[in-house]
C-alpha cells in the first residue's frame, strides 16, 4: 500500500531477528516551530535499535516508530521558532527516532554543525556514542582528572568515544574490558592505559590489581545486572557506577552494607528518553567543551563499517554480533556532501 507524500525508510513486520526488517514507505515527518527537517546523508546503528527491533525499547511518545537514533545530512526546512540554522546547513544530530530513512525531524537545540574536515558519514558516526560517553562519564558521574574510569565494552561505539573524551577532558586514567586482543590493541591505540580480556581473566581481580586494591572511581557499564556485584567489588571509595544498558539482566543482589561503607553511588541512565530541553542542555555542553576537538584531530570517530540502508539486515547482524570496533554506519544518500 502507497504511502502520500511519501519517503523511503526502513519498516518492521512485528518484532524479532533482523529479518523483520525492510525497506518501505513511511510518510514525511511534519516539523514542529522548534524543529527542522533534515534531509539524512547518513545514520548509524546502535544497541538501542536492536532492542527496538525486538520489542524491548519502544520510542518515547511522539517519535518516529522508525529506529535511528542519530543522523547526519542537510537542513530541508526550518520550523517557524527556529534561530540560528538555516535551510542546506550541513548538521549531525540526536533523534528520538526516524534515522533510518531519507529524512527525519530534528529539534534545533540538538543540532550540531558538522565539524572542518569531516564528511557526511565520520559526522554520522558523531552523536549517540559521544554524547552518551560525556553525559555519563562527566554530567552524571562527574570524573575528575586523575580519576580512574572502567569502561565496559571498551571497543563499542561508546566505548571508543568515551576512551578518548576521558583523556582529552581530563586526563584520567582508563581501563576497558573487551573481548579479544584485537580490541585490546585498538583501544590502546585509542589511548586506553589497560585492557582487561573479561572471557579470560576475572575483570574485578584484575582491576584492583592495576590500582593497587584502591578500585576505580567511575564504572561505564551496559551489562547491568550481570555484572552489578563484580562491579561494586571494584568500585573505589565514593565510586559511581552508571548503568546504561541491561544486556545481562535488569535484576541483582545488592551488598548495602559495602555500599554504605565505602559511599559508592549507583545511577541508571538513559539519554533517548530525556525531554528535549536536557537534550539541548547536553548538547551545548557538549559544544563548549568538547566539539571543537574533532577539527584538532583530538578527537575522531571510530568506524567498524559502512553499508547502505538496503544493507540495515546485514547491519544488525554484524551489531549483534560483537565483532566490531566502532561504529557501524548506514549510508543513506550518497549524492549529500
Known amino acids: 500500500m502507497s504511502v502520500a507524500n511519501a519517503i523511503k525508510a526502513v519498516v518492521t513486520e512485528g518484532h524479532g531477528g533482523p529479518d523483520v526488517m525492510r525497506i518501505g514507505e513511511v510518510a514525511m515527518p511534519t516539523i514542529g516551530d522548534d524543529e527542522v527537517l533534515l534531509k539524512i546523508a547518513a545514520t548509524a546503528v546502535n544497541r538501542a535499535d536492536t532492542q527496538q527491533r525486538k520489542g524491548n525499547y519502544p520510542p518515547p511518545p511522539g517519535e518516529s516508530d522508525v529506529m535511528g537514533l542519530e543522523a547526519a545530512g542537510v537542513i530541508q526546512a526550518v520550523g517557524a521558532g527556529v534561530e540560528g540554522w538555516k535551510i542546506g546547513d550541513r548538521v549531525m544530530t540526536l533523534l528520538g527516532g526516524g534515522g533510518y530513512a531519507t529524512h527525519a525531524k530534528a529539534a534545533a537545540g540538538t543540532l550540531m554543525p558538522i565539524p572542518d574536515g569531516f564528511d557526511m558519514v565520520q559526522a554520522a558516526a558523531i552523536p549517540e556514542v559521544f554524547l552518551t560517553a560525556y553525559l555519563n562519564i562527566f554530567r552524571e558521574a562527574g570524573l575528575k582528572p586523575d580519576e580512574t574510569l572502567l569502561m565496559h565494552g571498551g571497543a563499542?561505539?561508546?566505548g571508543t568515544a568515551a576512551i578518548q573524551l576521558a583523556k582529552a577532558l581530563g586526563p584520567s586514567e582508563v581501563i576497558v574490558t573487551v573481548g579479544s586482543e584485537?580490541?585490546?590493541?585498538?583501544?590502546?591505540a585509542l589511548g586506553a592505559d589497560h585492557a582487561i580480556l573479561y572471557k579470560q581473566e576475572d575483570f574485578p581481580e584484575k582491576v584492583l590489581e592495576i590500582t593497587a586494591k584502591r578500585g576505580v572511581n567511575v564504572i561505564l557499564d551496559h551489562i547491568g545486572g550481570a555484572y552489578f556485584d563484580k562491579n561494586m567489588a571494584c568500585l573505589a571509595v565514593y565510586g559511581r557506577l552508571v548503568i546504561i544498558g541491561l544486556m545481562g539482566g535488569a535484576k541483582s543482589e545488592i551488598n548495602?552494607?559495602?555500599?554504605?561503607?565505602?559511599?559508592q553511588r549507583v545511577i541508571g541512565s538513559v539519554l533517548r528518553a530525556r525531554s528535549v530541553?536536557?537534550?539541548?542542555v547536553l548538547t551545548e555542553a557538549f559544544k563548549t567543551e568538547a566539539l571543537g576537538r574533532f577539527a584538532t584531530g583530538e578527537l575522531k570517530p571510530v568506524i567498524h563499517d559502512v553499508l547502505t540502508l538496503d544493507d540495515v539486515v546485514k547491519a544488525h547482524e554484524l551489531m549483534e554480533s560483537n565483532a566490531n570496533t566502532g561504529k557501524i554506519i548506514l549510508s543513506v544518500d550518497q549524492t549529500i556532501s
Open 277 to 280: 530541553r536536557e537534550k539541548t
Open 182 to 188: 584485537q580490541k585490546a590493541q585498538a583501544c590502546k
Open 256 to 263: 548495602i552494607g559495602r555500599m554504605m561503607v565505602k559511599r
Open 156 to 158: 563499542s561505539g561508546v
